[in-house]
């Protein structure tokens, strides 16, 4: 009872103070219930930093959690120790085996005797010290499962072992159902089992030791990991900044170029209708005099006072039309800026794929064209039947009325390049694939799935893939 609590300790969350339920382990090695670790984070979400409670060590980001499969095995073993251990107190409330000779009060009992199948305490154990008869039994440590040495078909102590069905047996049973087997004394089985016990307790410090060092090995990989997610996830800041601070630079750039060419043509226009507005004032001059010479009836006086204010060409002067049109396109600008934008998303699209690799939607093509081999295989066999066909002016050929042909491909030129479902009949075929394919599913850098213009469910390795920026 001592030794399992002690490995009950061993195994109780650090959290919720009980045995570990769905035990998983964390980076830094410490065990905890799967809910109770979950709970503890998700309080912790917000920070973006994430420690054991145990040993405060933090991790980020925050890591994935896996079942500890091993521990889980373990506990239940423990589990049904306990439960073992529990029916045993139970069986004996005293704690003590009682002497089935004793009437009245039972004295507890110092050994048990594999002959008779009882238990007997100091005084009633003397009678197998002292008769010769009783002194052949063989006695043991007073135990309260002697029952279970008993042989339920033949009420006998099982005192063979039958190594062919792997049981304890009494003689009668070597005789009975196990005759012919393979059989040795209890004792004899037990010390080889000794032996194979030595053996594999010999084998337990050689085995730790791989695990302990298979444990190192995983958590260098595991902080290996870290580190290089941590390097990831900072290359990408960088390469973001770097675009945004690139996009908001020539943001302003067009803003101000848009601005200035505005203002040159606004003041343009200002300048056109400031002229505008002083030949309408010097218009209206002009109306209001030529107003005052209307009254005027003495024909002299008429033509004195028109040319001393007026000349003939100016009365017959036409004005020209004046337009204002804009000599700045938007376009213009926006198409002076494209090549660098488009330039520096390259250098980004290509930035990120040396942080992050393939990723699924990307655009790829193979490095080296492949031949696909395909077959057709028509269900059911088709034939043609040229009943009635007249001759082939082409071909002069004339099959016989009723001939079934085969191999139209002779008739019709068919290719053997030519896709399946425009064959009818059976062959081997190839087609190229060299076409820009799309990235469907990613694997693992050996297990990639494209689907190609040319052929859907392409799978092969990353290694024979290129990234195509798709960026006009």
């Known amino acids: 009872m001592a030794t399992a609590s002690m490995f009950q300790d061993e195994f109780n969350c650090s959290i919720c103070l009980d045995l570990l339920k769905d035990p998983v382990t964390i980076p830094c090695g410490h065990r905890f219930c799967l809910n109770c670790i979950t709970g503890c984070w998700d309080q912790e979400a917000q920070k973006g930093v994430y420690s054991c409670p145990q040993c405060r060590e933090t991790f980020t980001p925050r890591p994935v959690l896996h079942k500890n499969t091993m521990m889980a095995d373990m506990l239940e073993k423990l589990k049904k120790t ?88 009494c003689m009668l049973c070597s005789m009975d159902d196990h005759n012919g087997h393979k059989t040795v004394s209890a004792a004899a089985e037990r010390t080889e089992k000794q032996k194979q016990l030595v053996k594999l307790k010999g084998d337990i410090p050689s085995q730790i030791q791989q695990r302990e060092k298979e444990v190192e090995e995983v958590k260098q990989a595991l902080k290996s990991l870290q580190v290089s997610a941590q390097a990831a996830v900072e290359d990408a800041e960088r390469i973001f900044t770097e675009l945004i601070s690139f996009m908001e630079q020539k943001r302003s750039e067009v803003t101000e170029s848009i601005r200035a060419q505005e203002r040159a043509e606004v003041s343009r226009a200002e300048g056109l209708l400031e002229q505008l507005e002083l030949e309408i004032t010097k218009l209206k001059s002009r109306d209001a005099e030529m107003e005052k010479l209307q009254p005027i009836e003495d024909p002299v006086d008429f033509i004195q006072s028109f040319q001393s204010h007026f000349t003939s060409s100016s009365v017959a002067e036409t004005l020209p039309k004046v337009t204002f049109e804009s000599q700045f396109s938007f376009h213009e600008v926006m198409k002076s800026v494209s090549p660098s934008l488009r330039e520096k998303t390259k250098e980004f699209h290509q930035a990120v794929f040396k942080v992050t690799g393939f990723m699924v939607m990307d655009t790829v093509i193979l490095k080296t064209p492949e031949t696909i081999s395909k077959s057709c295989r028509p269900y059911p066999p088709q034939s043609f039947n040229f009943i009635g066909f007249g001759s082939n002016p082409a071909t002069g050929f004339a099959p016989s009325a009723g001939r079934i042909f085969d191999e139209p491909s002779r008739l019709f030129g068919h290719s053997f390049g030519q896709a399946a479902s425009s064959c009818g009949y059976d062959h081997n075929y190839t087609i190229p694939v060299d076409g820009v394919g799309v990235l469907k599913a990613f694997n693992g850098p050996d297990n990639m799935i494209v689907d190609f213009p040319e052929h859907q469910g392409w799978k092969g390795s990353s290694s024979k893939l290129e990234l195509v920026l798709m960026i006009n």
């Open 82 to 169: 306990e439960l073992r251990s529990n029916v045993t107190v139970s069986s004996d409330a005293k704690g003590d085996v009682e002497c089935d000779f004793c009437t009245g009060i039972k004295h507890k009992a110092i050994k048990s005797c594999l002959s008779c199948l009882l238990s007997y305490c100091e005084v009633h154990i003397q009678p197998h010290y002292e008769v010769p008869r009783l002194s052949k039994h063989k006695l043991v440590n007073a135990t309260s499962q002697l029952q279970d040495r008993i042989c339920s078909q033949h009420d006998r102590i099982s005192e063979l072992f039958c190594r062919t069905d792997q049981q304890l047996i």
